[in-house]
């Protein structure tokens, strides 16, 4: 069954510095997005994404975070300057269309020291 | 706002039914779904129902929505010790964007 996948599952950084985390959403899904669940808390919107631009943003996705979609087949999400809040698992998810269940990947845990 | 809320914890035995609960406040929810994480693993969609509806079966599992109290659960039927997970109930309009509860740690013993 085709899957989401993340890369890599886990990403260590100091603060203040730049991490880019990777998604391969399924192939023919449309729509892509990315949650973060931070350690104890509820798993929580950060974007949506679709024909190449943002459709909504959570209040959390700030001006440090940025989506992409550099080709037809990743999806990014970068964090300009990172700060210790960020240590979260970041879960990316796609569906085929807007109204379709979103299926997510295993996620990438993000520390920030 | 819009809030999801689940009771934190349910313990069962093997072969058991376990049922997980979920309450929500989006009425204009149009579909509500239950996902399952494992320990180091992502969130694996279990099922879902549309608003619509008030009650999906799928195989051992069965989803019952009370529309009227905002009122959600998951049945799992002959409960087994690989059952034992986190289940998150999430609520969502179109476009995605979905509110998750805080997510119920089932434990199985055998």
């Not at chain 1, 990403?11 to 990777?22: D, H, K, N, P, S």
Request: include cysteine; hydrophobic fraction near 30%.
């Amino acid at each position: 069954e085709p899957e989401v996948t993340q890369t890599p599952s886990h990403q260590v950084t100091q603060m203040g510095q730049e991490v880019i985390l990777r998604c391969v959403p399924i192939s023919n899904h449309l729509y892509f997005y990315w949650y973060r669940q931070i350690l104890g808390q509820k798993v929580e919107f950060l974007v949506s994404f679709y024909n190449n631009e943002i459709s909504e943003k959570s209040e959390i996705f700030d001006d440090q975070f940025s989506v992409e979609r550099p080709d037809g087949s990743n999806f990014t999400l970068k964090i300009r300057s990172t700060k210790l809040e960020d240590s979260a698992m970041y879960f990316c998810a796609s569906s085929e269309e807007g109204s379709s269940p979103l299926h997510f990947g295993n996620g990438t845990r993000l520390t920030v020291t | 706002g819009e809030d999801v809320e689940q009771s934190l914890f349910l313990s069962v035995r093997e072969g058991d039914s376990s049922v997980i609960n979920c309450t929500y406040t989006d009425s204009s929810s149009t579909y509500l779904y239950w996902y399952k994480q494992e320990p180091g693993a992502g969130l694996q969609l279990l099922t879902y129902i549309f608003s619509n509806m008030d009650m999906k079966q799928d195989q051992r599992l069965t989803v019952l929505l009370n529309k009227k109290d905002k009122h959600l659960s998951l049945r799992i039927a002959d409960t087994q010790t690989g059952d034992s997970a986190i289940y998150f109930c999430a609520e969502g309009p179109q476009g995605g964007k979905l509110i998750f509860g805080q997510g119920t740690e089932l434990s199985v013993k055998p």
